[in-house]
Nanobody
Framework: QVQLVESGGGSVQAGGSLRLSCAAS????????MGWFRQSPGKEREGAAH????????YYADSVQGRFTISRDNAKNTVYLQMNSLKPDDTAMYYC??????????????WGQGTQVTVAS
């Protein structure tokens, strides 16, 4: 199995920044990408940013493009999400995931427990 542990969530004012981290352990050879998904109350879970471990190519949802940056440290099996210019609409539970890169996105097979991000207006 693969274990994913997120950290870095919290509350921030609109316009502020947060950095999320996700450390993977276990059978890390079972995935070739990692990503961040988010879910707000009453909404479906959506992909926010994904990264392919092989060459670092990334996917960003239109809603976060230009504000969020995903990066990874393969040696540490860790992925980061730098979130700048945060908006109240970014308020959600953010989930780290690992899985298979397909069709320019990370298809999640493993999930973390989630970390809450709250952006106050």
């Amino acid at each position: 199995q693969v274990q994913l542990v997120e950290s870095g969530g919290g509350s921030v004012q609109a316009g502020g920044s947060l950095r999320l981290s996700c450390a993977a352990s276990g059978y890390t050879w079972r995935y070739n990408c990692m990503g961040w998904f988010r879910q707000s109350p009453g909404k479906e879970r959506e992909g926010a940013a994904h990264v392919y471990n092989g060459d670092g190519r990334a996917y960003y949802a239109d809603s976060v493009q230009g504000r969020f940056t995903i990066s990874r440290d393969n040696a540490k099996n860790t992925v980061y999400l730098q979130m700048n210019s945060l908006k109240p609409d970014d308020t959600a539970m953010y989930y780290c995931a690992a899985g298979t890169w397909y069709d320019d996105r990370c298809r999640a097979n493993y999930w973390g427990q989630g970390t809450q991000v709250t952006v106050a207006s």
